[in-house]
């Protein structure tokens, strides 16, 4: 699985390194830069899969810099990070074709849950490697185009969600340890990709929560365990 390139660009030292470090053990790899002035020249080299916008950067702000990059694609997601927080803020983002609105001060879990969410959107094309359907209990789970069909909902899955699932799909009724799917999936077990993975955890067990013979067990500093029985 190839990791997804992000373009970061934020005039702060402090809080870039933070996010850096935490979209890197997330998975991604990252370019920071701090100035507006020098963007699109890395931009055009380094081909980002996604970018994240401080607002206010010397030399050319936030906004005029997501209206440059949707002068030249509309493929590439933009999130806005800033400290402006007013309603006309907000909309003059959107208005300058950002696709996400992250208002300082962040947690890195939720920019990494953004970021997963607008990938999964913008790269629908990308699949997990076995391209296959599997059936378990009343449910359907399509990894090529990322939906879990239960006996009462569809729901699109992110691309993570759908590789996290499938794992325990194929290893049904056995112990998946926690530190296997931290490396196949996030392709490291710090921190930061603990949380994400908790987070994705728990939005799986919601998507299945009426199915009565289906149950995700934790077990504690060991892994996890899909519970199917007869039902």
Not at 44 to 68: E, F, H, K, R, S
Not at 97 to 124: H, M, Q, V
């Amino acid at each position: 699985m190839r990791k997804y390139k992000i373009m970061y660009a934020e005039d702060e030292p402090f809080l870039a390194k933070i996010v850096c470090d935490g979209l890197k053990t997330g998975g991604y790899d990252v370019l920071h830069i701090d100035s507006g002035a020098v963007f699109f020249e890395q931009f055009t080299a380094w081909q980002p899969d996604l970018c994240l916008l401080d607002v206010m950067l010397p030399g050319i702000n936030g906004y005029d810099l997501a209206g440059q990059v949707r002068g030249l694609t509309k493929e590439i997601p933009i999130i806005f990070l800033s400290a402006k927080v007013q309603t006309e803020d907000i909309v003059k983002g959107f208005r300058h074709g950002g696709n996400d609105y992250l208002r300082k001060p962040f947690s890195i879990d939720e920019l990494l849950i953004r970021i997963d969410a607008l990938l999964t959107r913008f790269n629908n094309n990308e699949v997990t490697s076995k391209r296959e359907i599997y059936h378990f209990g009343a449910c359907t789970l399509d990894t090529t185009h990322q939906t879990l069909i239960t006996s009462t909902n569809r729901f699109i899955l992110s691309y993570k969600e759908t590789i996290l699932l499938e794992i325990l799909v194929l290893n049904v009724n056995q112990i998946v340890e926690r530190s296997v799917l931290l490396q196949k999936i996030w392709g490291n077990d710090d921190y930061y990709t603990s949380r994400s993975m908790d987070v994705h955890l728990t939005q799986i067990r919601k998507r299945l929560s009426a199915e009565k013979n289906i149950s995700i067990m934790n077990l504690r500093g060991i892994g996890y365990k899909l519970l199917l029985s007869a039902g």
